[in-house]
């Protein structure tokens, strides 16, 4: 039997984490790094150091039977102990939206010194999301330099985008649509192919093998549809707003089962968050015009999401005049339901804004109080409950879309609210039912 190649992954978030214990749960040995030693700390006893579904129970078991184990701050002895080193580092946004490549440079500077050191071939992959050209440019240059090796003889690069979904994180590792492989050349690719059919042995998903450029681009292309699929919708919402008699949720369920729309991501809203979309289109964007392209289609896209959460402000002003020293209630913190992730969740400039009006808040999340607490401080209420949290307020909105808040009433806001107003930021009460009992305001219904 051929051994199975060993893997290092370097930055153990969402993506890395989420790696490193697929690939250990089935059977390859796997040795992650971090430089955030609180996170290694919590998952070398097992415990992830986000909320994830059905992560807790893998990652302990990887741990326990030494599949996985995490080293803080080595991305050296990781990449020397390891035939393949996949780069799961964050990439964040510039202030002007431009992508930061800091843990991209120092990731890959670290991996090229101990490349320098290694005898064997090794593959390095980079996972993090990166513009076009990053790989090569910025990647390989680096690789080179502190390795003195080159690219393509004792080691070589590929491009492999993640495309999961935080909240499915761990299903979607395993159930990948499509696996793209970018690859400097074709030895490296066909290694990091072969893994892979190895990995989703017997049920491979399509590979799609290409440039690391082209690799890079799949990724963006992918995020920015999705985001425009949204904000399309909600345009579609703020349209249906003006025509009484109008439901974006019929419009969208009507457009969906058309083959060449399809249903997915077409739920009206207050626009899209979390540390992907919005920090993608936005580097798309300042990735284009760096090419010299001016992508008007995007812009639009990314000023529809700024706007879009601010209509629940409009909503409660409209119901209740000036909001000073009214108390308004917000059901729901996390970007979306299943993790506790607030990155550019849209509660934030909701919040901002109706602490500017003079509002009292309160608000409450099945998971994501703790992370909000570090956001907003001291300057909102934290509820114990969503029964809590609409107590005496002038309104409620509603914000993330987690079962809890489904299974809401109508008389769990008559009986307990100041005033039953309620406002439906992501279209889950039904409006006939919840408009006999309250005054139901809601994203893309005509009055
Ligand atoms: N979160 C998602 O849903 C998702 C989905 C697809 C792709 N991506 C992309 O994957 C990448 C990682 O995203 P994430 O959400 O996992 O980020 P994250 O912020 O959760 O994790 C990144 C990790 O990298 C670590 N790190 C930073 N510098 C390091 C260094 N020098 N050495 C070792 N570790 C280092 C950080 O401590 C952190 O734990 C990003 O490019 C992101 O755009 C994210």
């Known amino acids: ?77 990781a990449v020397l102990e390891t035939d393949i080193t996949y780069i799961a580092v964050g990439t964040p946004s510039k202030p002007d939206g431009s992508i930061d490549l800091k843990y991209i440079e120092t990731v890959s500077r670290d991996i090229g010194k101990a490349l320098g050191q290694k005898s064997s071939y090794h593959v390095v992959v980079v996972k993090s999301t990166v513009v076009p050209g990053t790989s090569q440019n910025t990647v390989k240059p680096n690789l080179e330099d502190q390795s003195k090796k080159t690219c393509g003889d004792d080691f070589s690069l590929c491009m492999n985008p993640e495309f999961l979904r935080q909240g499915s994180a761990f299903q979607d590792t395993f159930n990948a649509d499509r696996v793209v492989v970018g690859s400097y050349d074709k030895k490296s690719g066909d290694i990091i192919e072969e893994l892979y059919k190895e990995f989703y042995h017997p049920k491979t998903p399509p590979i799609i093998r290409t440039s690391l450029a082209t690799a890079e681009l799949i990724k963006y292309a992918s995020n920015a549809m999705l985001a425009t699929k949204i904000s399309f919708i909600n345009t579609i919402a703020n349209i249906c707003e003006k025509i009484p ?65 601010l209509k629940a402000v409009e909503f409660c002003k409209q119901e209740l005049g000036q909001l000073e020293g009214k108390t308004i209630a917000i059901l729901g913190l996390a970007f979306k339901p299943d993790t506790d992730d607030m990155r550019e969740a849209r509660v934030i400039p909701i919040v901002n804004q109706l602490l500017k009006e003079g509002a009292k808040i309160n608000v409450y999340d099945p998971v994501a109080m703790n992370m909000a607490k570090t956001i907003f401080q001291n300057k909102i209420n934290y509820a114990s409950s969503a029964i809590n949290c609409i107590k005496n307020a002038d309104a409620s909105i509603l914000v993330t879309e987690w079962e809890e808040f489904k299974k809401l009433i109508p008389d769990d806001f008559a009986k307990n609210m100041k005033q039953p107003i309620l406002i439906d930021g992501r279209r889950i009460y039904n409006p006939e039912i919840y408009s006999k009992k309250l005054k139901f305001t809601a994203i893309g219904l005509g009055k």
């Open 1 to 77: 039997m051929v051994e199975k190649p060993k893997i290092s992954v370097i930055g153990v978030g969402y993506v890395g984490l989420c790696t490193a214990v697929g690939f250990a749960s089935k059977g390859f040995k796997v040795i992650s790094s971090d430089v955030d030693t609180n996170k290694v700390a919590k998952i070398n006893e097992g415990v992830p150091p986000f909320h994830e579904p059905n992560l807790p129970k893998m990652l302990k078991q990887t741990i326990n039977n030494g599949q996985l184990k995490c080293l803080a701050n080595q991305t050296q002895n």
């Open 245 to 309: 008699g109008a439901d974006v949720k019929t419009v969208a369920t009507a457009m969906g089962l058309d083959k060449r729309i399809g249903s997915l991501f077409l739920d009206a809203g207050l626009g899209y968050g979390g540390s992907c979309f919005p920090k993608d289109v936005k580097a798309l964007i300042a990735c284009s015009k760096a090419f010299g392209y001016n992508p008007e289609l995007l812009d639009s896209v990314e000023n529809l999401n700024h706007t879009q959460p």
